[in-house]
């Protein structure tokens, strides 16, 4: 049973192009987590999805940024128009289901916005 | 704002001294408390859980300890090596509002002496 999946480990993107990040669960995990790790930093929760649904997104910016978790597939956080703010680590998480269960972290992908 | 925080942002001690890294919270319906250890480069690592219906959790070398009096978790590492150098976080599970989400703070950087 692989681990929480996350690609590309490294991404760089010129100010303006889109950033594209991947995340694949633990096998019979069906909640997501995106948080975003400035260096030095805690992680600051992003969103919580389910199989097709958002159910927390609380922690997204209002714009440029979105976040799906398709029936097939991987959850995609996508962020449009980057600015050099974006540059983080962003990791995924994933849980089996809630009440107090443990999450489970991907290696996360470093963006570089350049 | 992040409602869980640590006392120390960094920790140095000797090889085989032990390691109390501490941490509070504010919210104080939350039951479930998580430590995560996180190596340079790679995402959270789950150390040991806590719930509220406990005030002491012991794992392979590592204890966590709970008071819920005073909002406070505290993680004592046992014999410490050098391999326990990483920032560690405590991470409270937040219910609110149908959603449910890890709450980080921002980690206390071990450094372990030889």
């Known amino acids: 049973n692989a681990g929480v999946m996350q690609n590309p480990r490294h991404l760089v993107r010129r100010r303006g192009q889109e950033a594209r990040l991947r995340c694949s669960p633990m096998?019979?995990?069906?909640?997501v987590y995106w948080y975003r790790q400035l260096p030095e930093e805690g992680l600051k929760f992003m969103v919580y999805?389910?199989?097709?649904?958002?159910?927390?997104e609380s922690g997204m910016p209002k714009e440029r940024f979105s976040a799906e978790f398709p029936k097939e597939g991987p959850s995609i956080l996508r962020i449009q128009q980057v600015v050099r703010g974006d540059s983080a680590a962003y990791f995924c998480?994933?849980?089996?289901?809630?009440?107090?269960?443990?999450?489970?972290f991907g290696q996360g992908t470093r963006l570089t916005v350049v | 704002g992040e409602s869980v925080g640590l006392h120390l942002p960094t920790l140095s001690v000797q090889e085989g001294d032990n390691s109390i890294i501490n941490c509070a919270y504010s919210?104080?319906?939350?039951?479930?408390f998580i430590w995560y250890k996180q190596e340079s480069g790679k995402g959270p690592q789950f150390i040991i859980d806590?719930?509220?219906?406990?005030d002491k959790r012991q794992g392979q070398r590592v204890t966590v300890l709970l008071n819920k009096t005073v909002k406070h978790l505290s993680l004592q590492i046992a014999a410490t090596q050098p391999g326990d150098s990483a920032v560690y976080f405590c991470?409270?599970?937040?219910?609110?509002?149908?959603?449910?989400?890890?709450?980080f703070g921002k980690g206390t950087k071990l450094t372990v002496n030889p």
């Open positions: 806590i719930r509220s219906n406990m």
């Open positions: 919210n104080s319906a939350s039951d479930y």
């Open positions: 096998k019979g995990h069906s909640h």
């Open positions: 999805l389910q199989k097709e649904n958002i159910i927390d």
């Open positions: 991470a409270e599970d937040l219910t609110q509002g149908g959603s449910e989400k890890l709450v």
């Open positions: 998480a994933s849980r089996y289901g809630t009440q107090n269960t443990e999450a489970f």
